[in-house]
């Protein structure tokens, strides 16, 4: 072995250790996994069978080689998905030895490892012509390097390349025209003027993830936004740096969009949740998912009456395009009525003792106890020979003995209008 080999373990040795029937021995016969006969040479050092799924999981296994490639090819023929993330990989044909004798591979994982300094040349890329799922978060990987690999991958429909320090976007020469998904979260793409590239870089884009961005605003004109993404299903903008409300009427130039992520960003701050999201809904007419919750329709026809009455007081100069929009379509709505769910504090009530009748204001808070002491000079009574009953007027029911000296006048829901029955107690 090389004394570079050394540095960290081969590929091959890493299936080895970690597929090993002795390791897994639950995984022995049909259905479980595939087991494989290694048809390397006499004298290769895994004389024994691998269970080898087809899934193979090897993040943090020290590989920084791919080892003998006749022993890669014959175990991991049937492999489809491959994850060697945080290993200590930074050289870009020794990953061309292993992606290259995995004919099926089509998802290929190699987050974190260094792959800031390694050179890619498109022989070395077409290699990687059959993934369709392609992760390569912090790995610092160049944008030349990206589309040296997506001008060799005609299959790539996925591709992550999140935490990789991006300030900027280089233009590709020739465009990728299968990609539809972007998953470029966690950099530093503060303009729009980066942002937009994607859009002739990726025409097919479906799906566009850049939260943790910091993006301040989009620029471009609803024509613009039209022509640069229209395909545009999804766009996720977590925690950016909008700030303007025109920023999300832009988003409705965008024409295939219906699911829209926007938590975290200043614009929204000063509203509570529920005026965020019904704003939101009212602003974004299309879109039927909003922060990964669907739009129903009795959802938008409440948030967008919500945003009519919300914009009530706005001068002329002040009222957003959509509040017109929705006045047409509603018309212009009255303020709400406000009701005020307070309990009430008193009550003006009847009070009768044998033929005399007596309209008495009582507070409500007060118990059963006090309000005999408050008659007591209304009924001439002691409080000791006074039994109080209480008649609701509004329904069938009663006479309702108050009974419960401790008991506060509001838990009978007395109203204005009721009677209060003052009988004096019997010897």
């Known amino acids: 072995m090389e004394a570079s080999e050394m540095e960290g373990r081969t590929f091959m040795q890493a299936i080895s ?40 999981v090897l993040n943090g296994s020290g590989i920084s080689h791919a080892g003998e490639e006749g022993e890669i090819a014959a175990f991991c023929a049937h492999v489809v998905e491959l994850d060697l993330s945080h290993n ?14 995995i004919p099926n591979l089509a998802f290929l994982n190699l987050s974190s490892n260094k792959l800031n ?26 944008w030349d390097t990206v589309h040296t690999f997506t001008q060799e991958m005609p299959e790539l429909e996925e591709l992550f390349l999140c935490l990789n320090e991006y300030t900027t976007v280089t233009p590709a020469a020739m465009p990728c025209p299968t990609l539809r998904l972007l998953h470029i979260t966690d950099n530093s793409l503060h303009e729009w003027n980066e942002v937009r590239k994607f859009g002739s870089m990726f025409p097919a ?15 471009d004109s609803g024509e613009i936004l039209q022509r640069l993404f229209p395909n545009l299903r999804s766009i996720n903008l977590h925690n950016s ?44 007419p299309s879109v039927t998912n909003l922060n990964g919750s669907v739009v129903t329709d009795g959802e938008r026809e409440d948030a967008e009456r919500f945003f009519i009455r919300y914009h009530l007081d706005y001068s002329e100069e002040e009222l957003p395009h959509r509040y017109h929009c929705l006045v047409t379509k509603y018309g212009k709505l009255a303020p709400l ?6 309990p009430r504090c008193h009550a003006k009530v009847e009070v009768r003792y044998e033929d005399k009748v007596e309209q008495v204001s009582i507070r409500l808070d007060q118990t059963v106890a006090e309000l005999k002491k408050q008659l007591k000079t209304v009924v001439q009574l002691p409080t000791s020979k006074m039994r109080l009953y209480y008649i609701d007027k509004g329904t069938a029911f009663g006479p309702d003995e ?26």
């Open 17 to 56: 250790e970690k597929y090993s029937p002795e390791n897994f021995p639950c995984r022995r016969g049909p259905g479980m996994g595939v087991v494989v006969v290694p048809s390397g040479p006499q004298g290769s050092p895994m004389k024994d069978r691998l269970n080898l799924p087809s899934i193979l």
């Open 402 to 427: 108050l009974k419960y000296s401790a008991l506060a006048l509001h838990s009978y829901s007395i109203q204005d209008g009721d009677e209060i029955l003052v009988v004096p107690k019997k010897k």
């Open 117 to 142: 300094d390694a050179v890619l040349d498109p022989g070395c890329a077409k290699a990687f012509s059959g993934i369709r799922r392609f992760v390569l978060n912090n790995t610092q990987v160049s």
């Open 88 to 101: 200590k990989l930074q050289d870009w044909d020794e990953i061309r030895k292993i992606v290259s004798n």
């Open 205 to 219: 884009l479906d799906t566009l993830v850049m939260a943790n961005n910091n993006l301040s605003s989009i620029h």
């Open 337 to 342: 009525a406000e009701i005020d769910l307070r």
């Open 241 to 284: 740096g909008l700030k303007q409300w025109e920023d999300i009427e832009k988003l409705n130039f965008l024409p295939k969009l219906e699911e829209v992520r926007l938590q975290g960003i200043p614009l929204l701050q000063p509203y509570t949740s529920m005026e965020r999201r019904s704003l939101m809904i009212a602003q974004l």
